[in-house]
Structure formats: structure tokens, C-alpha cells
Nanobody, 122 residues
Framework: QVQLVESGGGLVQAGDSLRLSCAAS????????MAWFRQAPGKEREFVAL???????DYANSLKGRFTVSRDNAENTAFLQMNNLKPEDTAVYYC????????????????WGQGTQVTVSS
């Protein structure tokens, strides 16, 4: 069983940066794919980025260049650095984990955090 706890969300202005963290329990964190999804009000949850256990990363095409995913396996923590934030980035951001290959499909993830709110004002 893996428990995930996100932190780092908040209210920022357009152009600001935020760094989200996702702390994970469990002794096999380094083998898990860690992913970030987000859900804006009235919209479906969408893929943001992922980091696999062997160091590969993947990003939603629209977010490449502004968002960076990383991980610290020694600290069992994944990160999402978000730069030049825009009002359309406003959403609840979730981290998720699965054992195995990376996937952009949320239903393939077994473990989810509670989410952290990111609000970007114009």
C-alpha cells in the first residue's frame, strides 16, 4: 500500500512559479512511476507529467517548457515545478503512483493523493 500526500499549492498571480511536492510512503518508491494530473472546475481530470522509476519523463504537450517533473528517491518525494503560471492552470493537482510503465491514463494508477489546490489570478 502506498500513501501519497501533496503539498505546495496556493494562490499566485499570473507569471509566478510554484513547486508542488508529493511525499510517498513505502519502501519501493524508486520503482514506481509517479505522475501528476489536474482537474479544473467543470472539466475532466487531465494528465500533466510523469516520472518513471528509470528516470524517463513525459509531459502534456501544452505544458512542455513550463512544467518540470522530478523526484528524490532517497526522500520518497516527487516534485512538479510550475513556472510562468497562467489562469488556465488553475486546478486541483493530484499526484498518482503505479508500479510499472508510465502512462498518461489516470485509470491505470493505483494510488492517489488528496490533491492540492492551485489558483492563478490574472
Amino acid at each position: 500500500q502506498v500513501q501519497l500526500v501533496e503539498s505546495g499549492g496556493g494562490l499566485v498571480q499570473a507569471g509566478d512559479s510554484l513547486r508542488l511536492s508529493c511525499a510517498a510512503s513505502g519502501r519501493t518508491f524508486s520503482t514506481y512511476t509517479m505522475a501528476w494530473f489536474r482537474q479544473a472546475p467543470g472539466k475532466e481530470r487531465e494528465f500533466v507529467a510523469l516520472s518513471t522509476g528509470n528516470g524517463n519523463t513525459d509531459y502534456a504537450n501544452s505544458l512542455k517548457g513550463r512544467f518540470t517533473v522530478s523526484r528524490d528517491n532517497a526522500e520518497n518525494t516527487a516534485f512538479l515545478q510550475m513556472n510562468n503560471l497562467k489562469p488556465e492552470d488553475t486546478a486541483v493537482y493530484y499526484c498518482a503512483a503505479r508500479s510499472g510503465w508510465g502512462s498518461r491514463v489516470d485509470t491505470r494508477y493505483d494510488y492517489w493523493g488528496q490533491g492540492t489546490q492551485v489558483t492563478v489570478s490574472s
